[in-house]
C-alpha cells in the first residue's frame, strides 16, 4: 500500500453498526503528536483483541493519518470487516 | 444469490450454499446514507476471501446515480469476476462501464477481459436497446429486474407472469442473438415454493439459463428444476447413442422409438447430457432406464 | 497425572476424594455392591401427606452438613428448588450439598445461598446463566469444586453409593395421598420422571411435592407409595411456560439445515439407515432439524426404525405417531407434543436415568444404540468435545447425555458450525473435554465434514459421496483462514481456583474447570 503524505482528520464520524459480525467504528481527530489510539470492546477480547487493536492501527497508518482516537464496539467482526468500517469511518470523517 | 452489501453476517455464510454465483450487492438494498460504506465492506471481502462461487458485484448507476462511478473506483481494485449494472438503457452505458474496467486491468497488470460485466434490463427503454445492450463484447449475461420493469409497465405482478412474458422472450431473443447467457429475475416470496417452482419451470422452458435467487433454500430447487430427469437422460443417451451408430454405418434415416431424428434433436440430446455431466450426475448410470 | 484425553489431572484436588483419571471409555472395572435405603416399617393407616414444606425438613429431619437433590424436569420453570432452599435456610440449616440433575437460569437464586453459607456445594450436570458466570469467578464461594455428571454418570454414583442423598425434594405433577406419582397429569405436566426414578429408589428419603394431590390413586405410576416418605401439597410446583415450550420448531436457519442435511447424508452414506435402525437426536437446531432429512430418506427408502431415545421432543415423537419408529425410550419430555405422546401412545415408554444411560448395570438402552447426532460448544484436533464452558472458560452448558450417548452409539455424529461469531470452533485443545475423542466418530460443519481417523471403514464409506470431507487440520487450517488463530484463555492453576472437576460416565475424572485469569 503505498504511504501517502500525513492526513488531519477534520471531524469526528462513525461507520458500522452494533450487530452480529460488525464492528462500530468512531473516528475523533486528535491533537497533533498524540498518534493513533485505539479503546476496543469486544466479546472476542482474549482471543482476538490484540489482533484487532494492531489492524485498526495499521489500517488508519496505511490510509495515512497519524493522530486519530479510535472507539471500537465489536460484536465479532473478521478482518476484511474491521478494516472497511475504519476506512469508512475516516472517509467520512474528511468530508465536509 | 443475492447477498445484501452491507451485511457482514450474510457475507461470512454467502459461500457455503452452494451458489453458482455471489451478487454481492451494493445498489438497491443499501439506504443512500450507505453506498459508501457498502462498497468498502464487499471491496475488502473480495481482497480477503477466496469465494467458492463467481463473484458479481451490482453497483449502481453510473449515470443515473452519483455512487456509480464511485463504485467502480473502490471495487474494480478488488477484482470482482463481473460486474451487474443495473437499469442499463444504452449501450453506452455498457462503454462507460468498460472502458473504466479496461483502464483497471491495465494499471495492474491483468489479462484483458478478466472482469466481465452482466447488465440487468429494468426498463422498456433498456428493452428497446436490449439487441445493442448484448452484442458489447465484454457482456457475458443479460438478466431481468422485473420490479422496476412492472412499474415502467404500470401493472402488477401476477401468477401467470404474463405481464413479464413479452420482456423475458425479448431479452431471451437478444441473449441467444448476441450467444450470452440469460438470467430471470428474482421470486421474492420466499416462502411460497410451490409458486417459485411454477416460476422457475416457466423460464427454464422458455430458455432461461438460471435464476436470481434470495434464499440459500431457493438454490437446491433451481439446481433440481434444471437438472435433466433420469428419463430424459436415458431418452437423450439413445438418441446419442442411434446418432452415433448411423454415422458409423452410414444409415441414411435414423428413428428412435418410432421418432424421426434429425439434426437438432441431437443437439438438444447433447445439450441434456451436458447439462446433467454439468450438475454432477453419473450419465452412464441413466442408460437403462429409459 | 495426564489422563487419556490427554488432560492434566492433579494429585489433590481440595475436597474431592478418590481421585481417578480418566483411562477410557470401558478402561475401569469397579467392585462393590449398589446401595440400599435403611429399612423402614410402613404401618396401616399411616398418612403420609404433610401440612408444609418446613413440616417436611422438620420431620426427614434434615441437618447442616447433608445432601438434598432435586431432578430437572421442571426446566426453566421450577419453582420448588427456590421454595424449598427458603425453608431450609429460614431453619437456620447450614452446609447443604444440592445434588440436582441439572440447573437452569431460574435457579440463579442459588447465589444469595452460597453467598450466606446455606449451600457450599453443588453436583449437577449442567450449570448456566448468572450462578455458571459466578461460579466460574469465584470458586472459592464453595467448600469444594462443582461435580460435572453426566445422566448416565449421576445415576451410576447415585446408584454405587458415592452420592448420598439424605432427602430427595421431587416435583410430580400429580401425585396420591399413599405416594404415587405421575408427571403426565395434572397442569404442571412434563411428561417423563427418569431422573427423579432414581433418586426416588436410592435416597435415604423422600418427599413428593405436588400441586395436584388427589384423594384417588394415580395409576400408571411413575415413582411407586413404596419409594416415598411424605407429601407436601403446594399451590404451583412450577411455570408450565417454562415447563415444557409449546411445539418446538424446526429451525429455519439455512446454516443448521444444511448441517442437519450433511448429517443424514453421512447416516445414509455410512450404512446406518436401515430397516430397525435406532438413533437419538440431541436438543440443538441442527440435531433436531435432521429428523427433517431422515424423516425424507427413509420415507423414500421405505423402511422402519426400531427406536428412539429421548430427550424427547414432538418432533420424533410425530415420527414415532408416523409409525416411522416402533419405540420411544423417553428419560426426559420436553415439549408440549411430546408430553402428549408419552399421554397416549402406549409405545412412548418412560424410562429411569439408570435404564437410560447408566454404565454400570447390565445394560443401559445407549448401548443398542445405532446413530447419535449431538452438539458441542466447542471441539478440538483430537475429536475430543466441550458442552459445559465456552471459549472463554465461563460454565454455560451441560454434560447431559452426550458423554453416555456418543460412548454407546455405533455411530457418533456432532453439528457444529465452524465459525461462531468470530470464534474457530475447532481449537488445538478444548477448554474443557466432557466428551472424549474416542467417542466420536464424525465431526460435521457447516464448512466441511471431518471423520476421525479411527474409523478408517467410515472414511471409505464416505469417500464415494459429494459430501466435503476433509481432515480436522483442513477444517480448522479453513477457519484460521477466515478469522486468524486465536490467542489461548490463561486459567489459573491454583488449587483454590478450581471451579469444577468433570467426572466422566464411569467416575473417573476427565477434566477439571479452572476459573479463567483476565
Known amino acids: 500500500m503505498e504511504k501517502q503524505a500525513n492526513k488531519v482528520l477534520v471531524q469526528s464520524a462513525t461507520a458500522g453498526f452494533e450487530e452480529k459480525n460488525d464492528m462500530l467504528v468512531t473516528v475523533v481527530p486528535a491533537e497533533p503528536g498524540q498518534g493513533i489510539k485505539v479503546k476496543l470492546v469486544s466479546p472476542v477480547r482474549r482471543q482476538y483483541g490484540k489482533h484487532m487493536e494492531k489492524l485498526i492501527v495499521e489500517t488508519v497508518q496505511a490510509a ?25 469511518a475516516l472517509e467520512r470523517g474528511m468530508q465536509k | 444469490m443475492f447477498v445484501p452489501g452491507n451485511n457482514p453476517k450474510m457475507i461470512n455464510s454467502a459461500d457455503i450454499y452452494g451458489a453458482d454465483s455471489l451478487m454481492f450487492d451494493i445498489e438497491d438494498s443499501i439506504a443512500v446514507t450507505e453506498k459508501d460504506t457498502a462498497r468498502l465492506l464487499v471491496a475488502e471481502a473480495l481482497k480477503a476471501q477466496k469465494f467458492h462461487s463467481e463473484t458479481v458485484v451490482r453497483i449502481n448507476h453510473p449515470t443515473q446515480t452519483p455512487f456509480g462511478m464511485d463504485d467502480l473506483r473502490v471495487i ?8 451487474r449494472l443495473p437499469k442499463v438503457e444504452c449501450v453506452e452505458e455498457i462503454e462507460l462501464v468498460a472502458s473504466e474496467i479496461e483502464r483497471v486491468e491495465k494499471e495492474n497488470g491483468w489479462d484483458a477481459g478478466t472482469i466481465r460485466i452482466i447488465a440487468a434490463i429494468e426498463s422498456v427503454k433498456g428493452l428497446y436497446n436490449v439487441r445493442e445492450i448484448c452484442k458489447h463484447p465484454r457482456m457475458v449475461a443479460i438478466a431481468l429486474g422485473a420490479e422496476d420493469f412492472i412499474a415502467n409497465l404500470k401493472t402488477n405482478r401476477t401468477k401467470t407472469g404474463i405481464e413479464l412474458y413479452y420482456v423475458r422472450s425479448q431479452i431471451l431473443m437478444a441473449a441467444r442473438d448476441a450467444e450470452i447467457q440469460c438470467m430471470d429475475t428474482v421470486f421474492s416470496d420466499v416462502k411460497d415454493m410451490e409458486g417459485f417452482e411454477h416460476e422457475v419451470s416457466n423460464s427454464r422452458d422458455m430458455g432461461f439459463d438460471g435464476k436470481s435467487v434470495i434464499h440459500p ?10 437438472t435433466p430427469t433420469d428419463k430424459q437422460i436415458a431418452k437423450a443417451l439413445k438418441v446419442l447413442d442411434a446418432y452415433a451408430d448411423a454415422q458409423k454405418n452410414h444409415k441414411g434415416v435414423l428413428a428412435v422409438d418410432g421418432k424421426m431424428i434429425d439434426g437438432p434433436i441431437v443437439v438438444r440430446a447433447q445439450r441434456v447430457v451436458d447439462q446433467a455431466i454439468a450438475a454432477g450426475v453419473n450419465v452412464e448410470e441413466k442408460r437403462e432406464l429409459a | ?28 472395572q469397579p467392585t462393590g455392591n449398589i446401595i440400599g435405603k435403611k429399612i423402614r416399617v410402613g404401618k396401616p393407616g399411616a398418612d403420609k401427606v404433610l401440612e408444609s414444606i418446613e413440616q417436611a425438613i422438620e420431620k426427614t429431619n434434615l441437618k447442616s452438613g447433608q445432601t438434598v437433590s432435586f431432578h430437572h424436569h421442571l426446566r426453566n420453570g421450577d419453582y420448588l428448588m427456590k421454595m424449598v432452599v427458603e425453608k431450609i435456610a429460614a431453619k437456620g440449616i447450614k452446609d447443604i450439598t444440592i445434588a440436582s440433575s441439572s440447573l437452569s437460569p431460574c435457579h440463579d437464586f442459588l447465589i444469595d445461598y452460597i453467598e450466606d453459607g446455606t449451600v457450599t456445594a453443588l453436583e449437577t450436570s449442567g450449570l448456566r446463566g448468572e450462578l455458571g458466570k459466578y461460579l466460574t469467578k469465584n470458586p472459592g464461594k464453595l467448600k469444594k469444586p462443582v461435580i460435572i455428571r453426566s445422566h448416565g454418570g449421576r445415576a451410576r454414583a447415585i446408584e454405587a453409593g458415592e452420592v448420598k442423598i439424605d432427602v430427595a425434594f421431587m416435583g410430580a405433577p400429580t401425585c396420591d395421598r399413599l405416594g ?15 431422573y427423579a426414578m432414581v433418586d426416588a429408589a436410592y435416597a435415604e428419603q423422600v418427599v413428593i411435592l405436588t400441586d395436584n394431590l388427589i384423594d384417588g390413586f ?79 430418506k427413509m420415507e423414500a427408502k421405505q423402511i422402519k426404525g426400531s427406536f428412539g431415545i429421548g430427550g424427547a421432543t414432538g418432533i420424533f415423537t410425530e415420527m414415532l405417531k408416523d409409525d416411522l419408529f416402533e419405540v420411544c425410550y423417553d428419560a426426559q419430555t420436553f415439549d408440549t407434543t411430546a408430553i402428549q405422546s ?29 446413530v447419535v447426532i449431538l452438539s458441542a460448544t466447542e471441539v478440538d484436533l483430537d475429536f475430543n468435545v466441550n458442552v459445559i464452558t465456552d471459549s472463554n472458560g465461563t460454565l454455560m452448558g451441560a454434560s447431559g447425555g452426550h458423554s453416555d450417548t456418543a460412548a454407546g452409539a455405533k455411530l457418533s455424529l456432532i453439528v457444529v458450525p465452524l465459525v461462531r461469531g468470530r470464534l474457530p470452533m475447532i481449537r488445538d485443545h478444548v477448554q474443557n473435554v466432557v466428551t472424549p475423542g474416542e467417542s466420536i466418530d464424525v465431526i460435521i460443519t457447516d464448512r466441511g465434514i471431518a471423520v476421525n481417523p479411527k474409523r478408517a471403514d467410515l472414511i471409505e464409506k464416505l469417500k464415494g459421496t459429494k459430501l466435503p470431507l476433509m481432515t480436522i487440520e483442513e477444517l480448522q487450517a479453513m477457519a484460521y483462514e477466515f478469522v486468524g488463530k486465536p490467542e489461548e484463555i490463561q486459567v489459573s492453576q491454583e488449587d483454590k481456583d478450581i471451579v469444577a472437576v468433570v467426572e466422566y460416565r464411569d467416575g473417573s475424572i476427565i477434566d477439571i474447570i479452572r476459573k479463567p485469569i483476565d
Not at chain 1, 66 to 85: G, L, P
Not at chain 2, 217 to 226: A, M, P, S
Not at chain 3, 180 to 194: D, Q, V
Not at chain 3, 348 to 360: G, M, R
Open chain 3, 180 to 194: 404415587n406419582a405421575t408427571g403426565k397429569e395434572g397442569k404442571s405436566a412434563f411428561g417423563s420422571m427418569g
Open chain 3, 1 to 28: 497425572m495426564k489422563n487419556a484425553a490427554g488432560r492434566e489431572i492433579p494429585e489433590h484436588i481440595t475436597g474431592i476424594e478418590n481421585i481417578k483419571p480418566y483411562q477410557g471409555e470401558f478402561a475401569y
Open chain 1, 64 to 88: 495515512g493519518f497519524s493522530d486519530v482516537n479510535i472507539e471500537a464496539i465489536d460484536k465479532s467482526a473478521w478482518d476484511y470487516t474491521i478494516k472497511a468500517r475504519v476506512l469508512g
Open chain 3, 342 to 370: 408419552i399421554q397416549e401412545n402406549p409405545r412412548h415408554l418412560e424410562v429411569s436415568a439408570s435404564f437410560y444411560a447408566n454404565p454400570w448395570n447390565a445394560g443401559p438402552i445407549v448401548n443398542a444404540l445405532d
Open chain 2, 217 to 226: 433454500k431457493q438454490i437446491t430447487e433451481v439446481h433440481r428444476l434444471y
Open chain 3, 218 to 296: 394415580v395409576h400408571p405410576y411413575s415413582i411407586p407409595q413404596v419409594q416415598v416418605d411424605y407429601v407436601v401439597a403446594v399451590d404451583a410446583i412450577g411455570d408450565p411456560a417454562g415447563i415444557a415450550s409449546g411445539a418446538i420448531r424446526l429451525t429455519k436457519s439455512p446454516t443448521q439445515l444444511l448441517m442437519a442435511q450433511y448429517a443424514a447424508e453421512v447416516m445414509d452414506a455410512a450404512g446406518y439407515l436401515k430397516q430397525g435402525f435406532s438413533m437419538q437426536l440431541g436438543s440443538g437446531g441442527a440435531s433436531l432439524a435432521a429428523a427433517k432429512f431422515i424423516r425424507e
Open chain 2, 76 to 83: 474494480l481494485p478488488a477484482k470482482p469476476d463481473l460486474i
